[in-house]
T-cell receptor, first 113, second 119 residues
Framework: DTGVSQDPRHKITKRGQNVTFRCDPI?????LYWYRQTLGQGPEFLTY????????KSRLLSDRFSAERPKGSFSTLEIQRTEQGDSAMYLC???????????FGPGTRLTVL | AQTVTQSQPEMSVQEAETVTLSCTYD???????LFWYKQPPSRQMILVIR??????QNATENRFSVNFQKAAKSFSLKISDSQLGDAAMYFC????????????????FGQGTILTVHP
């Protein structure tokens, strides 16, 4: 499978715990995006990487959120001290250029109890 | 700031019939892209169709076509000969096409329209 992959697909955690998600983009894609989608809503932009550089962060990305793409390939999104409001689907998308449509992964569904 | 509005939370259609999903957007940009993405239940988002704002011709992909009205900032999706597999949440999305700017290609999505297809 050469599409965008995300791991885990589902994560249940208790409030206050830290969680980390991984995204593996399509291999030649240098642009990687994270979005958050709450139930019944459209995805909202969180952050963008071009290669290993994080070039944009949404104000939705509080200090408890951090994202990395250390070698310009896979990316991780960590949420520290999770809150119930963090419960959502976290989507990763990648593309090779701004004029090429983004390909989405299956998402990681986070439930914070 | 750019906004995308989908005013139809739910739509339904009979199999083999035609349905139109509505989308309006607000932007001060002149060069941008508009998309329709499909998200089936518990499955990943896939691109249905894309429209480049500088092209006057409406995009078409097989049974899917758009009605792009730039002056009215309207971008509707028409699905012809609806099939059961078309049932999904449909999202309208906007992207600034400024490759040299700071938008970095992020997508702005509408709230979505749930499409039900009845056999």
């Amino acid at each position: 499978d050469t599409g965008v992959s995300q791991d885990p697909r589902h994560k249940i955690t208790k409030r206050g715990q830290n969680v980390t998600f991984r995204c593996d983009p399509i291999s030649e894609h240098n642009r990687l995006y994270w979005y958050r989608q709450t139930l019944g809503q459209g995805p909202e932009f969180l952050t963008y990487f071009q290669n290993e550089a994080q070039l944009e962060k949404s104000r939705l990305l509080s200090d408890r959120f951090s994202a990395e793409r250390p070698k310009g390939s896979f990316s991780t999104l960590e949420i520290q001290r999770t809150e119930q409001g963090d419960s959502a689907m976290y989507l990763c998308a990648s593309t090779i250029a701004s004029r090429v449509p983004q390909f989405f992964g299956p998402g990681t569904r986070l439930t914070v109890l | 700031a750019q906004t995308v509005t989908q005013s139809q939370p739910e739509m339904s259609v009979q199999e083999a019939e035609t349905v139109t999903l509505s989308c309006t957007y607000d932007t001060s940009e002149s060069d941008y892209y508009l998309f329709w993405y499909k998200q089936p239940p518990s499955r990943q988002m896939i691109l249905v169709i894309r429209q480049e704002a500088y092209k006057q011709q409406n995009a078409t992909e097989n049974r899917f076509s758009v009605n792009f009205q730039k002056a009215a900032k309207s971008f509707s999706l028409k699905i012809s000969d609806s099939q059961l597999g078309d049932a999904a949440m449909y999202f309208c999305a906007y992207q600034v096409a400024n490759a040299g700017g700071t938008s970095y290609g992020k997508l702005t999505f509408g709230q979505g329209t749930i499409l039900t297809v009845h056999p």
